[in-house]
Structures are given as C-alpha cells and as structure tokens.
C-alpha cells in the first residue's frame, strides 16, 4: 500500500520540544521529508533525509530515521508560537520522483 | 530565490464548466507535478510530466484532467467539466531532476479552487 501515517494533533507549550512522528510503508522509498504548511498557505520544505542517514539536523530541526521500523520523527527544539501549522510528512517513490504524503499532524503551540 | 508561481491563488466555477490552472516552474527543472489538497485531507498526487509527456498519473486523474506545457514556460492542468468534488487547493510543482543528488522538489502556493 501507500499509506504514509501520522497522528493528527499535538499540543505543546512554548519553549518545549515537539516530536512528530511518521511512519510509511515502502522500504524503496529514496528520500523522506517534512514540508510545514501555514493556514491558507502552500507546502514549504523544511528538511529533508536520505534513506541511508539515521540523522539529519538542522539548525532547531531534528530528523530520525528508524529504516527498520520504517519510522521518521521530526523534533522541534525550543518550539515558538509561530511553529505552530500542519506538518506533513513525505515519502518519495523511485519511479518518476513522486511523493505520497501523510495527513499531516496539526501543531499547535501554547504560550 | 527562484520559485513556482502558479495562477490564479482562488478560482470559483460553475458546476460543468471548464477551468485551467496555470502554473511557472522554475526555469531549468525539468520534472513537472501537480497534486491536491480536499479541504482537510491529505496532499494527493495527481499527475508528473517529463519530457512533454505524462510519466505517471493516479487513479485521480481520469479522462476529464489534462495537462500540457504550451510553451516551454508555463505548465497547465485543464479540468473539462469540473464537479462539485473538484473543489480542492492544486499545488504546482518541480524538481530540477529525479537523480540521486537532487532531493528538492518546490510547490508553489496553491490554487484554490471552488466548483459551485
């Protein structure tokens, strides 16, 4: 199948950490990403990790990468009110560069 | 930085009629998609298209879709009748290559789109 999961929600407070976590189903899958969407807004790439990596971090952003268990995590150190959106991840198929998306996860942070 | 544009941002349509969305690639990408977003739900793959032609198409993607690069600038998705379930945000968008070494593929902004 294609079907690329996600829990829907998380809440947290300001200046915590937020973990959000993915998990899809084709080992094949080349590349994983996390693309952020604000309300009323496009699809903004945040990060991204090639298959072979465990780990990947930039800046506040921290990908895992669980190949085994075919499982990404995306954590936000020292989350701010304005990281609050809906986080989709990706998975890219081999075959002509396509991405199957997850349902996003709505994050909402609390001052 | 370069980025996809796409026109227009909103488009409201009778139910029937025919609708184009357009969309700009950035210059030198090669590979050309389009998806959508129903309100609330998942972003859905819709079609790629690479060297003039369809590459692959989803099951979404039926007779009343079709696209086409007029010339060599702009990338169009035509739906001929739309219906009342075709309302949904269409994104736009390139990747320079499906090689290894490039990762990145750009959306743009969105069209939203509203069958009444």
């Known amino acids: 199948g294609e079907d690329v999961e996600q829990s829907l929600f998380l809440s947290v407070r300001e200046g915590d950490s937020s973990v959000i976590n993915c998990t899809y189903t084709d080992s094949s899958s080349t590349y994983l990403y996390w693309y952020k969407q604000e309300p009323g807004a496009g699809l903004q790439l945040l990060t991204y990790i090639f298959s072979n990596m465990d780990m990947k971090q930039d800046q506040r952003l921290t990908v895992l990468l669980n190949k085994k268990d075919k499982h990404l995590s995306l954590r936000i150190a020292d989350t701010q009110t304005g990281d609050s959106a809906i986080y989709f991840c990706?998975?890219?198929?081999?075959?002509?560069?396509?991405?199957?998306f997850g349902q996003g996860t709505e994050l909402s942070v609390k001052p | 930085e370069p980025e996809v544009t796409q026109t227009p941002s909103h488009q409201v349509t009778q139910m029937g009629q025919e609708v184009i969305l357009r969309c700009v690639p950035i210059?030198?990408?090669?590979?050309f998609y389009w998806y959508r977003q129903i309100l609330g739900q998942k972003v859905e793959f819709l079609v790629s298209?690479?060297?003039?032609?369809?590459?692959?198409k989803s099951e979404i993607f039926d007779d009343q879709f079709s696209v086409e690069r007029p010339d060599g600038s702009n990338f169009t998705l035509k739906i001929r009748s739309t219906k009342l379930e075709d309302s949904a945000m269409y994104f736009c968008a390139s990747r320079l290559s499906t090689g290894g070494g490039d990762a990145e593929a750009f959306f743009g902004q969105g069209t939203r789109l509203t069958v009444v």
């Open positions: 990706a998975e890219r198929k081999n075959q002509g560069g396509k991405l199957i």
């Open positions: 210059s030198n990408h090669l590979y």
């Open positions: 298209f690479y060297n003039n032609e369809i590459s692959e």
